[in-house]
Structure formats: structure tokens, C-alpha cells
């Protein structure tokens, strides 16, 4: 039964690190492609600046009507009585525009990829319920999925735009369970499935190019 649990454990273990190595591997493929002939965008979600999460998207135009764009999120605070939300996250994205890339409606699908560590509290101070567990105990894990979205993009001026997106999907979480926020006894390990909002953003956009 040990030996059973530990090969479960070692395969989990190896399907996270080859997810984030394939994660990694396609940031890297997205910001050394064309990006010299095409044109590129940087951008900050003001929604994530929010909830202190560090963010830094870029995108760039691969077609008339297509970009690719990849998001990258880290938070590593720790708050009043050790309550966190520490996280990093990548997230890419392929969107197709109705008019043209960088102005008006898209269409998108992406992935996402990280790990976190929760317990205490969730975003914007929102004090969790006693029946999620979050308010005594902490998780610790990572999470993978995949969504699709919509979105709509504003033209400020001549190298500024407004975002406005949305995105749902699937999320797989493999966490450790913790006693309690700061410290305790490991209580156990699982897994939750879920299905609903993945992605979401009013961004603030500088066209580079």
C-alpha cells in the first residue's frame, strides 16, 4: 500500500514538472518568434494589481486578425497574522480579432500553469467562509488548466488601449492540506476539479510597436 502511494505520488509529482517545463518552454518559444516583424504590446492587469498580484503581459501580432499573448503573475506576500495568497502563474493565450488585431472584440482560448499557497484570506479581503477551510487551514499545491474568452479592446490614443476580457474553463488543483496558516501537521493531500470563471482583466495596454 506504501510503495502503491509513493508511485502514485512520484507520477503526480512528474506530471507537474513536465507541465510547467512545457509552460516555460512556450513563453519562451512566444517571445522569441517574430515579434521583430510584428507588432507588440505590453500590458499590467489592473484587476490583479489589486489584489497585490505582480503581473506582466505581452502580445503580438502573428496575422491580420490573430496574437498570441502570454501573462505571467506572482505574488509572494505574506500578510497580518501569516494570512497569503502566494501564487505565480503563467497564462497563454491565442486570440482571433473580428477587425483587426488590438482593436474591438476577440475571441480566446489559453492555458494556465502555476503554483500556490493559500490560507487565511482571499482577494480583495474577502474573509473566507468556515466552510471552505481557508480561514484555518492552509493549502499548498499547484494547478493547471485551460479556458476559452471573450474580450474588447479599447483605443486610448495612439500607442495606449484599454482591455476589458473574460475567460471560463477547466482547472485541476493537487494541493497539501496544513493545520493550520502558519505552521501545524501536514493533514493530508488531494485533489479538486474544477469548472468556472478561469480568466478575468481590465488591462492597461502600451503598444510598443
Known amino acids: 500500500m506504501k510503495n502503491k502511494l509513493e508511485i502514485t505520488n512520484k507520477t503526480k509529482e ?19 518568434g517574430t515579434v521583430s ?8 492587469n489592473l484587476l490583479y494589481d489589486a489584489t497585490s498580484t505582480v503581473n506582466l503581459g505581452v502580445e503580438y501580432g502573428v496575422a491580420p ?16 497574522d501569516n494570512k497569503k495568497m502566494k501564487l505565480w502563474m503563467l497564462q497563454p493565450e491565442a486570440r482571433y480579432w473580428l477587425c483587426s488585431r488590438f482593436s474591438g472584440h476577440f475571441f480566446g482560448a489559453h492555458l494556465l500553469g502555476g503554483e500556490f499557497n493559500y490560507g487565511g484570506m482571499l482577494p480583495f479581503g474577502i474573509t473566507p467562509s468556515s466552510s471552505s477551510g481557508l480561514g484555518s487551514k492552509r493549502y499548498q499545491g499547484w494547478m493547471a488548466g485551460a479556458g476559452i474568452g471573450y474580450g474588447y479592446n479599447w483605443v486610448l490614443g495612439k500607442r495606449w488601449n484599454l482591455e476589458a476580457t473574460l475567460g471560463v474553463g477547466y482547472i485541476h488543483f493537487g494541493y497539501d492540506r496544513f493545520e493550520c496558516k502558519t505552521c501545524g501537521d501536514k493533514l493530508g493531500s488531494g485533489s ?8 478575468a482583466g481590465i488591462s492597461l495596454i502600451y503598444i510598443i510597436k
Open 14 to 32: 512528474n506530471m507537474r514538472k513536465n507541465f510547467m517545463i512545457s509552460m516555460i518552454t512556450l513563453l519562451v518559444a512566444l517571445l522569441s
Open 37 to 44: 516583424a510584428q507588432r507588440l504590446a505590453v500590458k499590467s
Open 192 to 199: 479538486k476539479n474544477y469548472l468556472g470563471p478561469t480568466k
Open 65 to 80: 486578425r490573430w496574437t498570441l499573448e502570454m501573462s505571467a503573475n506572482y505574488n509572494p506576500w505574506s500578510f497580518s
